[in-house]
């Protein structure tokens, strides 16, 4: 027989396939060739035993494929649904009274042990039941140095240290202060006469406001008449003064002896008598150290009110503050005072304008220092539960290798780590009364266990250690703190 494969047919395209057709040629005793015109599907059919040609002009006439004979191809056996159904009934034999009973019991011992099953099985995984812990604990405080430094990028617990950034701001001040030097001086305007003599053959009248002084060529003392004077050709006559300056004046006689202006080429002047009128008076003056006074109190007052503006800056975290022990002056942009050294006046004043930097540190990188250090220091076997901080002042000398260090108060309650596990493995299975007791005994508790059962008639612990809950409550005790040492 001649099977004739087009080339769009995808069956007799792979080994497995020739194999069936194989299968099924060798069940009906058939020679089969295959003819197809694709070269690759003819190998593969001549590599699994077929007879392969690519016409078929080319099968009919190779006459080697079909030498085994014919053979009548018997149909296929009748379906199992056709076959006849023998509905006679069996023949039953009797049963012996024994064998029935022999079944009852065993049906009956299969249900006790069922039943047993399904009860251990429920007694073991039904109960359950809640242990509450109360371990011991006390409470320790500790004062922890924690020193700020700008150069830490991370908090470094072993070495106490906490990072740091500096903020800055400008800030204006004015300050007045009293002064507290003290000179005496003379006050008030001298006056006096003096005599004109007319160095002319004719009356000469000198006007008032006329000025007279003394001889002195480096320190002058100035008078000027008060009313004009008429002195007669070739006489006297006398003309009343007043210094021109308070405070100075007071002359003996006949120091008087000079005249300014065109006067001094009609007349000549001398007092006969000393000037009179300029009292010595205590006054105020000013000091380097009222000026050195007025700035201290303005550096105070302005780096109060720099630490004030540096604490409300936007940039800064809620957690994070500025301690005043930080701040320092950048620099001075402006330093003015109102009076010289030396100056007579009641007060001083002071204006500054200054750069000033801080330090802003972070609150809960202190704390997690000071918790460190006090988890460290707590004996073996506990640990915190509870903690709380308070912060301190700032050192006021270097006592670490930071800018500056202040003083964290740690306080925490410690309680005792217990093994939840093997408290479960110490009472299941075991007498409530007893699994209380073992676990007092092996356990550092602060007061006896809790247990609840469930079913709450139940008198023993579970046995599977999965239905026991253990909890842990710290209990804090009453009492002082422990105090470590730092």
């Known amino acids: ?183 005496n001086v003379a006050l008030g305007r001298t006056r006096g006469e003096v005599l004109f003599t007319n160095l002319l053959f004719q009356e000469y009248v000198v006007p008032a406001g006329t000025v007279v002084r003394t001889s002195s060529t480096s320190y002058p003392i100035r008078f000027h008449t008060t009313e004009d004077v008429r002195v007669p050709a070739a006489g006297q006559a006398t003309a009343p003064i007043e210094s021109l300056a308070d405070g100075v004046g007071n002359v003996a006689a006949y120091q008087i002896n000079q005249i300014e202006g065109t006067a001094t080429s009609a007349v000549r002047v001398i007092n006969p008598q000393p000037t009179t009128g300029s009292d010595a008076t205590e006054v105020r003056i000013v000091t380097q150290a009222d000026r050195d006074r007025a700035r201290e109190q303005l550096l105070l007052q302005m780096l109060g009110d720099a630490h004030v503006e540096l604490s409300n800056l936007d940039v800064l975290a809620p957690s994070e503050f500025v301690p005043r022990q930080s701040l320092i002056i950048q620099a001075v942009p402006k330093e003015a005072y109102t009076r010289f050294v030396g100056e007579q006046a009641d007060t001083v004043g002071l204006e500054l304008r200054l750069l000033v930097s801080g330090l802003a540190v972070d609150i809960e990188n202190a704390k997690i220092v000071a918790q460190s250090e006090l988890s460290r220091r707590l004996p073996e076997g506990y640990r915190l539960v509870d903690t709380w901080f308070e912060l301190g002042e700032v050192a006021e000398e270097d006592v670490g290798p930071g800018e500056f260090t202040l003083f964290v108060t740690a306080q925490g309650y410690a309680s005792a780590e217990l093994d939840t596990q093997h408290a479960v493995d110490t009472i299941k299975g075991q007498p409530v009364d007893e699994a209380l007791q073992l676990l007092f005994a092996e356990l550092p508790l602060a007061q006896p266990p809790l247990i609840t059962l469930w079913p709450e008639q139940l008198a023993r612990m579970p046995l599977l250690p999965m239905r026991i809950a253990v909890s842990v409550i710290p209990f804090r005790e009453s009492g002082g703190l422990a105090v470590l040492s730092k």
């Open 1 to 183: 027989m001649a099977v004739v494969v087009h080339w769009d047919l995808e069956f007799l395209a792979r080994d497995i396939d020739f194999e069936l057709l194989q299968r099924e040629a060798d069940r009906r005793r058939l020679d089969i060739a295959i003819v197809s015109a694709d070269p690759e599907r003819r190998k593969l059919a001549r590599r699994c035993g077929f007879s392969a040609f690519g016409s078929i002009g080319d099968a009919r006439d190779a006459a080697d494929w079909r030498s085994r004979s014919r053979a009548t191809v018997e149909p296929p056996p009748q379906p199992w649904w056709r076959e006849p159904v023998d509905t006679r009934p069996k023949p039953s034999w009797p049963t012996p009274p024994w064998m029935r009973w022999a079944k009852l019991g065993m049906r009956l011992l299969v249900f006790l042990v069922a039943v047993a099953v399904v009860g251990g099985a429920a007694y073991g995984i039904v109960p359950s039941a809640e242990v509450t812990l109360l371990p011991a604990g006390k409470e320790y405080t500790m004062i922890v140095p924690v020193t700020a430094d700008p150069d830490v990028e991370d908090v470094d617990a072993a070495a106490r240290l906490m990072p740091a950034r500096r903020v800055g701001t400008e800030i204006e001040g004015f300050i007045e202060v009293e002064t507290t030097g003290r000179l």
